[in-house]
């Protein structure tokens, strides 16, 4: 896939998951595409990965992802990012997360994600979701 294509395919699937269509993210992946993020098991085939992006869009009504870039190596791509939101769904802790990660991407014969391991600091995360309230004054 050439720098042009790979770039308009990453700023779509930024807007995938902006969208709360959870559906929208899967299409991005080939009907047998994984998805993994941290240490989970990974997500196969695109109604695994729909649930797998529909928890994060439950948890985070507000989500938005923002692309930071891309870094190409050969045939290994990193999309970089940064997710913010609010944990106000069902359970929610009602604390704003910004985390950032990656994913390292493989691609199929058809230009669609084959394969994506994903990763951010879960420490982190867990920390943000778990943080008191910032004092208002």
């Not at 990453?10 to 991005?28: D, E, G, I, L, M």
């Not at 106000?88 to 084959?114: C, K, M, N, P, Y």
């Amino acid at each position: 896939m050439d720098a042009t294509r790979l770039h308009d395919f990453a700023v779509r699937y930024t807007a995938a998951w902006c969208s709360q269509n959870a559906a929208s993210v899967a299409a991005f992946f080939a009907p047998q595409g994984s998805l993994k993020v941290n240490d989970g098991s990974p997500a196969v085939g695109r109604t695994a990965i729909t649930a797998t992006a529909q928890g994060f869009m439950t948890a985070f009504p507000d989500i938005v992802v923002k692309m930071d870039g891309l870094a190409v190596s050969g045939a290994k791509i990193e999309y970089h990012w940064t997710l913010t939101g609010t944990n106000t769904g069902a359970g929610g802790t009602g604390r704003a997360v910004r985390i950032s990660g990656f994913e390292v991407w493989r691609f199929d014969s058809d230009g669609l994600i084959a394969e994506s391991i994903g990763q951010f600091d879960a420490a982190e995360y867990a920390r943000q979701l778990s943080a008191p309230a910032a004092d208002p004054r």
